[in-house]
């Protein structure tokens, strides 16, 4: 089956069908018949439409996870066997790249360059690294005085509610799922609802893969209205949550009242330190990069560039001509860089906290202003300065293209200034000087720090913020723990014989 009422471009080859959930390992409408329309950012057009759940659907999700999980279909299988069932997901993936790009790309307007770059290749490598890990699932032994043998063994939890959010669809899902199941848990994804599409494409992937049924679900429909349900439901055993810091606060309170294990990926409001003695060159790419990607939509954005004196009016310069020149616009084009914001709610925001900027007394350097491409959600990157650190466009996560540039005179105060949010995701140093280097990222409070570049990210490195951006981490060895509990078992092996 294809989307029939998709654009040429996303419809070419799309096989799962529109307007259903996909629980139990089969594709069926919303309990009630609903439907949602799916728009796409680039035009304001509609491109397909997807079941919207009720809570009987959650129900149904859950109890085929449970079911599954129980069963020891996928659970009591060895990692190496689930691991391979995720690298047949790989092949299926790269023989199917190109559809998921476009697909992506449609969905949450993506330029498609990225979108096969980023998107479809890191979400790949997820399932990649994820199938190498399940390859040795092992526990250990610990020696203790008593005659006894004590070994430890890494168990799946159970069934993972992992719910995600619409500026990196196709990668946020990956990232859980991956190690949620080379673990041997089974799962309910809820997606974000502005950008459903590859996580449906994703579950006809798994299944083709030989996902056994029940394993994986997928429940399209209003975080609002079943959130609570989900993450409250007596059988689900740990919550996988990426989305901004109130909603997941309001998830981690409502999972704690189970006891549920919760992790939170959430906000971000990165700073950028730029010294005087950085290769002005390279950084000026790198902080570009970091606040222009993906429309500025990124949790590990840097959206705060902070910039040491004597070189601050040479960058607000360079960057007032640079910066209009980033190739905007058209998703299809392969050059383009910027494409619009991922909804008309997004677009609201970002003009929104502009404004609030222009009230507080910024300057507008370049950008500031929607730009009209007869449809769609598109905003110039725009930077701007004098802010001081208390003003909402600083202090809060915007969201979008707008960068803001602050001036620093000594090194303390640049760290100073950019612990000096609520959050706590990603940071970034730009600097020639080695010793700066270590003694600046020891001292700032992120999960993860930039070195003369900005969002290198790996399947194998730990990724998760500190503060009011989350605990836990995704990536590494430690997601896949994080999907796992931990049994001692202790044998005792009697009198001992002399
Ligand atoms: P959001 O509004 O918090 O939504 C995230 C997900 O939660 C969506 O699937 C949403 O469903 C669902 N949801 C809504 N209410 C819920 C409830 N009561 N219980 C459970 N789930 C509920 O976030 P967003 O606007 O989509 O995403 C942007 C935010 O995500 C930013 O703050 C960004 O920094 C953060 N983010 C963090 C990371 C990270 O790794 N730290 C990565 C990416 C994004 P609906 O879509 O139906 O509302």
Not at 88 to 113: C, M, N, W
Not at 212 to 229: K, Y
Not at 386 to 398: N, P
Not at 410 to 418: F, G, H, K, N, V
Request: a negative charge.
């Amino acid at each position: 089956m294809t989307i029939t009422d998709t654009p040429a471009a996303v419809s070419s080859g799309v096989h799962f069908p529109p307007g259903r959930l996909f629980i139990g390992g089969e594709w069926r409408e919303a309990a009630d018949g609903g439907r949602r329309d799916v728009i796409s950012p680039a035009t304001g057009k509609v491109i397909s439409s997807v079941a919207w759940a009720t809570t009987a659907d959650v129900d149904a999700a859950v109890g085929a996870a449970r079911e599954s999980f129980d069963s020891g279909v996928w659970s009591r299988l060895s990692g190496r066997e689930r691991s391979r069932v995720l690298l047949k997901a790989v092949e299926i993936l790269r023989e199917r790249r190109e559809e998921l790009a476009q697909l992506e790309s449609h969905d949450a307007g993506k330029p498609i360059t990225f979108a096969r770059i980023v998107d479809v290749e890191h979400a790949i490598l997820q399932f990649e690294y994820a199938a190498s890990l399940g390859q040795h699932l092992d526990g250990s032994v610990r020696e203790i005085p008593a005659n006894a043998h004590a070994y430890i063994r890494k168990e799946p939890i159970g069934v993972v509610a992992a719910i995600t959010p619409f500026n990196f669809p196709l990668i946020l899902s990956s990232t859980k799922i991956a190690p949620a199941l080379v673990a041997g848990n089974s799962v309910v994804h809820k997606p974000a609802s502005d950008t459903p599409l590859s996580a449906l494409f994703m579950a006809q992937v798994l299944k083709d893969a030989g996902v056994p049924d029940g394993v994986f679900n997928v429940i399209t429909g209003s975080g609002a209205s079943l959130g609570d349900h989900l993450v409250g439901h007596p059988q689900v055993d740990k919550v996988a949550f990426t989305g901004s810091t109130e909603v997941g606060a309001h998830a981690a309170a409502l999972a704690s009242r189970t006891l549920k294990p919760f992790t939170a990926e959430l906000g971000g409001n990165a700073a950028n330190i730029l010294f005087a003695d950085a290769d002005l060159d390279k950084a000026i790419g790198t902080v570009i990069g970091a606040f222009v990607f993906n429309a500025g939509q990124f949790c590990m954005a840097g959206p705060r560039l902070l910039v040491e004196r004597p070189i601050y009016d040479t960058v607000l310069g360079i960057l007032s001509q640079a910066v209009p020149g980033v190739p905007f616009g058209d998703i299809t084009d392969e050059a383009t860089v910027v494409g619009p914001l991922a909804s008309q709610n997004q677009l609201d925001k970002v003009t929104a906290m502009v404004e609030s900027a222009r009230r507080d007394g910024a300057q507008v350097v370049c950008g500031g202003e929607q730009v009209d491409m007869g449809g769609g959600f598109y905003y110039r990157p725009t930077v701007l300065a004098g802010l001081s650190s208390d003003a909402e466009c600083v202090r809060e996560e915007v969201f979008g293209p707008v960068l803001t540039v602050q001036p620093f005179d000594t090194e303390e105060e640049a760290i100073s200034m950019a612990n000096g949010t609520a959050y706590g995701l990603a940071s970034g140093i730009q600097t020639s000087n080695i010793a700066r280097i270590h003694r600046v990222a020891k001292r700032l409070d992120a999960g993860i720090c930039w070195v003369n570049g900005w969002a290198v990210l790996d399947p194998s490195v730990p990724f998760g913020g500190v503060k009011a951006s989350g605990w836990g981490r995704e990536y590494g060895p430690e997601a896949l723990a994080s999907y796992q509990r931990t049994k001692s078992i202790v044998i005792d092996l009697g009198e001992e014989q002399a």
